[in-house]
Structure formats: C-alpha cells, structure tokens
C-alpha cells in the first residue's frame, strides 16, 4: 500500500469514527424525542374541581366529621365548572394537545332514570371548549363518585349496578359520542374497592372482603357492559372510539430476592392489583390506562409470617408532602409489566403533591425519561397525562395536597400557572425531554 493511500484509509476510518462517535447512544441522549403524535394532557375530575357538587354520595360523605383532613369539603371547590374555559386557555398555552376529565354521573342523572338536558349541554360546551383549543378529549364516566340514588339502591354492592351503570354509560355515549376521542369507564376501580369497602375510609364506609369481592364482580361486569354499549354507538356514528380503564398501577419490590415466601407474596401481591382486574375484563380494553403514583417494598420481618409494607420514614425516603414515595423508576417497571397485553398504553394519571414547585419540576423530568425508556425498550406508549391540571380537592387528604401545574387561590380562586407547568409545556411543546431540561435531574455521564 503506498503512502497516500494509507493516509486517505486513515483519515476516512477516522471520518468513519467521528461520525460514529456523534451517533453513539452516548449522544443521542443529548435530546429524547417521543414518538410523533404523542398526547401530552392534563387530568381532573369532576368531583375534584367543579364545585357545587351536590346529588353525589362524597358531597354527603365529606359533611360528617372527621372524614376529610382539616374539615375540607368540596363546597366551591376551583369553581372549574364555570372557570373552565379560562382553564383550558392556560393548558392551551402551554402547548397541551389532550385532557382527560370526568362527567359528573349524579348532574347528568340527578334522579334515577331523569337525564339533566342542561347539564348535558353543558359538559357539551366543555367538550367543545376542549375541541376548540386543539385538545383530544378523554372522558371517564365514573371516577369515585355516584348519584345518592344510586347509592341509596346498593351502589356497587347492589344488584342492578351493572344495568344501571351501562345505561348511563349509553346515555353518555348518545350524549358526547361525537365529541369524545376516547371513553374510560372507570378510574381506578381496585383503589376505590380498597377504600370504600376494605378500609371504609371513603364512601360508603364499608368494611367487608364479601361485600368487596361483590364490588369487584360488578365493577369488572360494569366495565364490560358499558364498553359494548359505547362501542355500539361508536359504531353508530362511523366513529371508533377507544375503550379503556385508568387502572392504579404500583411497582412491588422485595427486599430479598432469595426468599421464596418473599417471591410468593411479592407475585400475588402484583397478580391481585395488577392483574387481576384484567383477566376478568379480557378482551374489553382498547388501549390500557395507567395511573401511577405507588411504590411498594415488601419486606419480611423476623418472626412474622406475613409480609409488611415497608415504613419509608424509617429509610428517609424521597415522598411527597402526603408520604407517597418518589420513585421515578417505578413507572418503567409497571409499563413493562403491562406490554405483555401488546396494547397502546396512555398514562392517565401521574403527578405530585407538592408545596415546593422545584420538586414537581424534577419529579415530572425524572418520571417523563423512565417514561422514554419504557418507549425504546419497546412499550407501545402513546400519551401523558400529569395529575392535575390545578389545584383540587385531594378527597379524604382535602386541600392541602397540592397536585396542580395551576395554583389555586383558595380565597380568590385566582390561577396561577406554576413553573412546572411552563416546563411541561416546553416538553409538550418540543415532543421531546431536551438536553437542557434534563439537566434538572442529571442524565448520565455527558
Ligand atoms: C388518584 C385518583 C385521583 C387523585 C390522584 C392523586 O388515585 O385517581 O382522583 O386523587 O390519585
């Protein structure tokens, strides 16, 4: 070989290498793009910000004493009922392309059987409102609460929940149909069975695994019947309108992985809040939706045969101004958890109660790029929705846990969108986690 082609071979492999060397996943990292036509959102609920809720069971629930901290009660709440408009603006300017809320199933259907034609028209004008700001729209159909008729006959317990609950979830379909882009039956079904029937700690105040278990059966049922009604109509309209559930989803890990007690309690403990609730719907969801906020260790203490959840006081843990943990990792373990269902994912809920901004700031950052990960790895994920838009009525917690991207006055109800918010919007903004917003938790060795 003469001299000067050695030289071109040298400095061609040292092009090659170069370019090598700025495609390394070294530096693709330098901005995480998500896939085109992400949804970025905010999530609320009816119950939770409207105000002037009074036909359902929690507006009774939170008047007795002691059941909601500090005294709260939903009273006016943000007055997002009538503020709503001013509200989407906010999430408008910050580049949101989704919101996901709920309609409120004791003003549609006040009394049993009576449809509320001015309320229907008004969760119309919301709906719109949405449209008109660019904003797909996700609508949940029950989140936690129910018409005091409906709980006066059982509510979840009695026996024609099921009929009860798909009719209104036909009515909604007639109702909304043309304005909805996907229809969640129910939020969190397990957490709401947990606390209103295990705990009694939430309406109704029940504590009784049979009485539970009968929950579950109409819960899953309901599920199920409520998404052939709204497929139908769907249908009806030449429109395909996803289905799905906001299931709460939480990471498990066990502190000794030797252990086959500690693997047992660990796999039926994931089975049980997991899982189940999706064996018994197979076949019924569209796409899966995830709320994450719970990290649970399990840990096994001498002498005790049963396995205990951890105390994160006595770690020092990272946890939010309610003692849930922070733990961004997490969010990845459950999605991997639920691509074995090969079906899109959207992350119905995920957020913060927070007082400090800069927590939130970095909590979303740091959830967002396990969030990415969970994308690269190969997890069909199409959507984010951070809890809350604003400031809400946190139910039995009140007030005080500050969820929102929006402050809320409670004296003025003025808004104040927080920095998070203005961050979250770059992100929507720019589909992507860009180098510089990844600095606020650090990424790796660049
Ligand atoms: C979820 C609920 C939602 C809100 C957040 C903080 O479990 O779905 O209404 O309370 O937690």
Request: charge should be positive.
């Amino acid at each position: 070989m003469t001299a000067s082609l050695k030289k071109t071979t040298r400095s061609t492999r040292k092009k090659k290498a170069v370019a090598a060397f700025s495609l390394s996943p070294a530096h693709a990292h330098l901005s995480l793009h998500f896939p085109k036509g992400f949804l970025w959102g905010t999530a609320t609920a009816a119950h939770q910000v409207e105000g002037g809720n009074k036909k359902n069971d929690w507006s009774l629930w939170e008047q007795l004493p002691g059941k909601v901290a500090g005294g709260d009660r939903s009273g006016r709440s943000a007055d997002h009922y009538h503020r709503y408009a001013m509200d989407f603006d906010l999430a408008a300017a910050q580049h949101m392309n989704a919101h996901r809320l709920s309609v409120e199933w004791s003003r549609i259907e006040p009394r049993e059987g009576e449809w509320n034609v001015k309320e229907i028209a008004h969760y119309r004008a919301v709906l719109e409102a949405l449209r008109a700001r660019g904003q797909q729209t996700m609508v949940t159909l029950f989140h936690f609460t129910v018409p005091q008729w409906f709980a006066a006959r059982g509510g979840w317990a009695g026996k024609d929940a099921v009929g009860y609950f798909s009719r209104f979830a036909a009515k909604a379909a007639d109702a909304f149909g043309d304005l909805v882009d996907f229809w969640c039956t129910q939020n969190e079904p397990l957490v709401y069975l947990v606390m209103g029937y295990v705990l009694g700690t939430w309406p109704p105040g029940v504590k009784n695994y049979r009485t539970a278990w009968t929950v579950f059966r109409h819960l899953t049922a309901g599920h199920v019947a409520a998404t052939v009604e709204l497929h139908e109509r769907a249908r009806m309209l030449g429109r395909a309108v996803p289905v799905g559930v906001a299931n709460n989803l939480i990471s498990f890990y066990s502190y000794r992985k030797h252990s086959p007690l500690d693997a047992l309690s660990l796999s039926l403990s994931d089975w049980v809040w997991n899982h189940a609730y999706y064996r018994e719907t197979r076949g019924s969801h569209d796409y899966l939706g995830v709320n994450y906020y719970f990290h649970q260790r399990i840990k096994r203490e001498e002498g005790k045969l049963v396995q205990l959840f951890v105390d994160l006081r006595a770690e020092n843990r990272e946890t939010s101004d309610i003692g849930w943990e922070v733990y961004p990792a997490g969010i990845f373990d459950v999605l991997q958890e639920l691509g074995e269902h090969h079906l899109p994912i959207y992350i119905t809920e995920n957020g913060i109660a927070t007082v400090n901004d800069d927590r939130r700031i970095r909590f979303l950052v740091a959830y967002l790029k396990e969030v990415y990960h969970a994308i690269q790895s190969g997890i069909d994920i199409r959507g984010y929705f951070h809890w809350s838009l604003l400031d809400n009525f946190e139910w039995e917690k009140g007030y005080a846990a500050r969820f929102g991207l929006i402050d809320v006055d409670w004296q003025t109800l003025q808004r104040r969108p927080k920095k998070s918010f203005s961050v979250y919007g770059r992100i929507a903004g720019e589909n992507a986690l860009s180098h510089d917003i990844l600095r606020y938790v650090g990424h790796g060795v660049l």
